[in-house]
T-cell receptor
Framework: GAVVSQHPSRVICKSGTSVKIECRSL??????MFWYRQFPKQSLMLMAT?????????EQGVEKDKFLINHASLTLSTLTVTSAHPEDSSFYIC??????????????FGPGTRLTVL | QKEVEQNSGPLSVPEGAIASLNCTYS??????FFWYRQYSGKSPELIMS????GDKEDGRFTAQLNKASQYVSLLIRDSQPSDSATYLC??????????????FGKGTSLLVTP
């Protein structure tokens, strides 16, 4: 299989606090993990790419100082939403890429984290 | 801007019928194509991947790819109410930031009626 876990599944926090989300590949090693955000009735929007042992790369318009990403091992990446505000409320989903290269680019998704900032 | 286009639907088919979902993409250099299923409130689940022109079958699902027409489709045979979900088409592309990332369409909502 290709199982990706994500924790927590749901977070409700006050404005100004920081929230950390973990993404783990359980049965394969993932040198690359991706973080997406999805607003209601919208498609997935790639936020950043997390590469093991190096700095994350962020898509245009995503604040790297607000969304801190750490990929400390081949099976774990974390996303920290710093000083969260209500507009950060969204469904955050990670994915892990199994295989390498341009062809084998299958991504497997974690179950997602629903963040609500009050 | 590399685009992936899907009809948002909803596409409604009766139980037992064939559901046909379509997707077009703009990047002629794309090599890998994927179909994901997403239930409401859940994360996407990979259903099919296809890399070569032609058909690829897996159970009730068949993916079809035509690179010349920049078109990929998903057929679901013997549709079941449990197939009701949003189907996302994803196309791999070379991203200077991400290496090879996926670009997602907005998804087609499928409703299978009993």
């Amino acid at each position: 299989g290709a199982v990706v876990s994500q924790h927590p599944s749901r977070v409700i926090c006050k404005s100004g606090t920081s929230v950390k989300i973990e993404c783990r590949s359980l049965d394969f090693q993932a040198t690359t993990m991706f973080w997406y955000r999805q607003f209601p009735k919208q498609s997935l929007m790639l936020m950043a790419t997390s590469n093991e042992g190096s700095k994350a790369t962020y898509e245009q318009g995503v604040e790297k100082d607000k969304f801190l990403i750490n990929h400390a091992s081949l099976t774990l990446s974390t996303l920290t939403v710093t000083s969260a505000h209500p507009e950060d409320s969204s469904f955050y989903i990670c994915s892990a890429r199994r295989g390498g290269g341009r062809i084998l680019n299958e991504q497997f998704f974690g179950p997602g984290t629903r963040l609500t900032v009050l | 801007q590399k685009e992936v286009e899907q009809n948002s639907g909803p596409l409604s088919v009766p139980e037992g019928a064939i559901a046909s979902l379509n997707c077009t993409y703009s990047d002629r250099g794309s090599q890998s194509f994927f179909w994901y299923r997403q239930y409401s409130g859940k994360s996407p689940e990979l259903i099919m991947s296809i890399y070569s022109n032609g058909d690829k079958e897996d159970g009730r699902f068949t993916a079809q790819l035509n690179k010349a027409s920049q078109y990929v489709s998903l057929l679901i045979r013997d549709s079941q109410p449990s197939d009701s979900a949003t189907y996302l088409c994803a196309v791999s592309f070379s991203n200077s930031n991400s290496g090879y990332a996926l670009n997602f369409g907005k998804g087609t909502s499928l409703l299978v009626t009993p």
